[in-house]
């Protein structure tokens, strides 16, 4: 294999940024584009000096010189769309939700085994500048034992109200928000099983026929007793930077407390006991215009540049990229668990999802 991987991008929409990442990395150049509108593919043709799309997946799938397929399509249609890109052979990298239910989960594995081929799943807000220079403090071990985790993704995002896709079956404002600060607990709780969480459905969502809740609150417990809150509100009104960063995650151990406010805002204190005054501030925003390449901050494609990059050295070096299609499959476990402790009131056990869809001893 050569040095450079070939994408082809499914789903102009959020796969704009991808477009953007490919053309600005070493790594990565661009076979096609296709999305079944075909006035977008021609949009986004125009925009970044193309001379091809295809509004046919199946065309794109069969080209022998694609590598990846790049899958920015409705989160309803993500699991049938990498089931045909490892059919034919492909990698695959898909944003999230990995999938909304764990219906096609085996199929999946068992495609993937069959072929070979690898997964990763575009968990973008883990390649923000701030998470990135979080985790890397947290594994070179400078907070100690983890003792909690608290993120939060808080947006106001009304406007979805108003979208045609929003009120379509399957449409989740946990899978398509609360899924950024629950993934980034799970990455450092790998391990959760148990899962407690309420959440309400305001007035904004069910009076435009949209019955899902809009404000959660979850408890995460793993097997050593690690515990993580995970937050979201998304119909009302938010406060902005620097009273509210939109998501936040914020490790506390035995050694060290640190925050990360994407996208730019690290905050952390690693110290001895009985030294309390050494909080140390850092901003990245010179790194501004490498994430928000469009109009204002929108479509930040620097996250996708960050993890295409991993995954395109991950592919060369024959490494499996995290998160994978396990992780990510587990992951959905914890959102289906989620789910049913929102109908039944009670702290439910990941585990028992799992085996419900015959997973326990695949993931």
């Known amino acids: 294999m050569s040095e450079q991987l070939t994408m082809g991008v499914l789903g102009l929409g959020e796969g704009r940024s991808v477009i953007s990442a490919v053309q600005n990395s070493k790594y990565w150049k661009l076979g096609n584009i296709c999305d079944l509108n075909e006035q977008l593919c021609k949009e986004r043709a125009a925009e970044f000096h193309l001379d091809k799309y295809t509004t046919d997946y199946e065309d794109m799938l069969k080209d022998p010189t694609i590598d990846v397929i790049g899958i920015y399509t409705p989160d309803q249609l993500h699991a049938q769309h990498i089931m045909m890109a490892l059919e034919a052979g492909k990698h695959v990298v898909c944003t999230k939700p990995l999938m909304v239910d764990l219906t096609m989960a085996n199929a999946l594995l068992d495609a993937q085994e069959k072929t070979g081929k690898r997964v990763l799943i575009g ?13 890397h403090d947290y594994e070179k071990g400078r ?3 983890l003792v909690t985790v608290e993120t939060h993704y808080i947006s106001d995002s009304r406007w979805f109200l108003e979208r045609d896709w929003s009120h379509q079956k399957g449409f989740s404002w946990m899978y398509n928000f609360l899924i950024h600060a629950m993934d980034l607990a799970l990455w450092y709780l790998p391990e959760t099983e148990t899962v407690y969480g309420v959440g309400k459905c305001s007035s904004n969502s069910s009076s435009r026929g949209i019955p899902a809740p809009d404000s959660l609150k979850v408890l995460l417990t793993d097997k050593n007793g690690v515990s993580a809150s995970v ?30 406010d994407c996208p730019f805002d690290y905050v952390h204190h690693f110290s001895e006991p009985g030294l309390y005054n050494n909080t140390v501030y ?7 215009p490498y994430y928000y390449r469009f109009e204002g901050d929108t479509h930040h494609a620097g996250e996708y540049q960050n993890y295409l990059e991993y995954f395109a050295r991950c592919i060369l070096a024959g490494e499996k990229p995290l998160p994978d299609l396990k992780e990510g499959i587990r992951t959905i476990a914890v959102m289906e668990t989620l789910s049913r402790s929102l109908e039944t009131g009670n702290a439910e056990k990941v585990s028992d ?6 997973l326990t001893d695949r993931v």
């Open 123 to 135: 968990q973008s807000s883990r390649y923000f500048e701030a998470t990135m220079h979080q985790r």
């Open 282 to 288: 850092e901003n990245y925003n010179e790194r501004r």
């Open 143 to 145: 907070h100690g034992e």
């Open 231 to 260: 937050i979201g509100n998304y119909a009302t009104p938010a406060l902005s930077k620097p009273a509210e960063h939109f998501i936040s995650c914020t490790l506390r151990g035995t050694s060290g407390v640190s925050t990360a």
């Open 353 to 358: 999802t799992l085996a419900a869809y015959q």
